[in-house]
């Protein structure tokens, strides 16, 4: 008991295990997710539950057998041949425009229902709406009238591993595996068909991860962490800002050089400062990040030119990376900007692009690019000497799935030929 309010009952059989806890979309209602390997509830066999409760909710029993099975929906139907057991799986939930809880889970059958051709592969239970009496997340007729759930337990990807499930203002989304590929994926889910029938978008190629967590932040950003390359592996960040089109990253949190991490997770506020969280040779340890710590390559803060390229300083987390740079300048022809606010005829601002290339870098750490000229920026270094302020560097990242930019204001000193 807890302040004599009462606790989640999700004890089916001694195999039973909690895996996530939600905010379940409605007032003052939480919801808790299982998985068990044996049930106690008629024709059920190993089903996943889930339990949502408001926080004035009546005494509940807990560690004993509850009388009234009514106290939590099973997720998936007796009829099913494939009964998803215990394996693994991740529940998360999003309010807002598109309430929902979602459920996703390991399997491993080669046919019936779930069955992938390999073996491996994920399941996935959906809900919609926000908690009410006649939309219940707490119903045992799931997917039935009255009920929240939508879709009991269907099969949603093949040949995949180690999942992680996400929602928030983007929607839905799995983090996982491909074992077809060997990539890294996310893979969205469509709301208003409640299915996974859009494209798996890969995050790194020829790689792997364990222990993956994803999240949003109050834009829609999101965010992932998992150990790459498996146990042992460095604790990793990706981003994406356009709903899982397209990522930065992977970049390391935490190197894990003894590789004695374990359990990580991971999870962002609204504003986008996460803390990624795990366990290493019996302690805790907790480090923050933001979306800037996934971006893969960043700029130098100054640059200089001798009157035919700028050279700046580009740093680029993992290798090989492609970038494409843009540098330009507005300036302010008229002088006089007080005069120029109020007549909008005495000011013009015109763009310059200074110089322009594109560059694949191979090695790891600091790196120094010179940039060609213009025939414009040759002429506007050509009229000023010492140091050139508020230059912008758009830099252009290529990634597996798009470009994701990273732009800073540099100063670059012009040094004149001799």
């Known amino acids: 008991m807890n302040g004599g309010l009462s606790v989640a009952d999700g004890i089916l059989s001694a195999d039973t295990g909690p895996v996530s806890a939600v905010v379940v979309p409605g007032t003052n209602v939480l919801g808790y997710g299982w998985i068990s390997a044996a049930s106690f509830v008629p024709n059920v066999g190993a089903a996943p ?22 106290l939590y929906s099973v997720l998936e139907p007796d009829t099913n041949a494939d009964q998803v ?37 994920t399941a996935y239970a959906y809900g919609s709406g926000v908690q009410s009496a006649v939309n219940d997340y707490d119903s045992t007729s799931a997917a039935g009238a009255g009920s929240a759930w939508k879709v009991l337990t269907a099969q949603a990807d093949c040949n995949v591993d180690y999942p992680a499930v996400g929602g928030g203002p983007s929607g839905f989304g799995v983090l996982e595996h491909s074992t077809a590929n060997n990539d890294i994926v996310y893979h969205r889910f ?52 356009n709903a899982g089109a397209s990522w930065t990253g992977p970049t390391t949190l935490n190197p894990d050089t003894d590789g004695g991490a374990s359990d990580v997770t991971s999870a962002v506020g609204p504003t986008g400062q996460g803390w990624a969280t795990w366990t290493d040779n019996g302690s805790i340890f907790a480090q923050q990040f933001d979306a800037k710590d996934a971006i893969a390559a960043s700029i130098g803060s100054e640059g200089s030119s001798s ?4 050279t700046i300083t580009v740093t680029c987390a993992s290798t090989p990376c492609t970038v494409t740079i843009t540098i330009t300048i507005d300036p302010v022809v008229t002088a006089n900007a007080t005069r120029a606010s109020t007549d909008s005829k005495r000011t013009r601002h015109k763009t310059i692009t200074l110089a322009t290339g594109t560059f694949t870098i191979h090695r790891k750490g600091l790196d120094k690019l010179a940039v060609k000229l213009t025939k414009t920026g040759k002429k506007y270094f050509a009229t000023h000497h010492g140091h050139v302020k508020g230059a912008g560097v758009l830099l252009g990242v290529k990634t597996s799935s798009g470009v994701e930019k990273v732009t800073r204001t540099i100063t670059i000193a012009i040094h004149k030929k001799r």
Not at 49 to 70: G, I, R
Not at 101 to 109: C, S
Not at 307 to 310: L, Q, R
């Open 190 to 241: 469509d709301q208003a068909h409640e299915n996974f029938d859009t494209p798996p978008v890969t995050i790194a190629g020829n790689a792997s991860e364990e222990d993956s967590a994803v999240s949003q932040d109050g834009a829609g950003g999101v965010y992932g962490t998992f150990l790459l390359g498996g146990g042992g592996g460095p604790i990793s960040l990706v981003y994406s800002s």
């Open 49 to 70: 539950t889930f339990d949502a409760f408001p926080l004035s909710s009546p005494a509940e029993c807990s560690t004993v057998m509850c009388p009234a099975y009514e």
């Open 85 to 121: 057991a215990n394996l693994g799986g991740q529940y998360a939930s999003q309010t807002g425009a598109n309430p929902g809880v979602m459920g996703i889970f390991d399997t491993d059958f080669s046919n019936g229902p779930l069955g992938c051709p390999a073996g491996e592969g």
């Open 307 to 310: 009157g035919t390229s700028v």
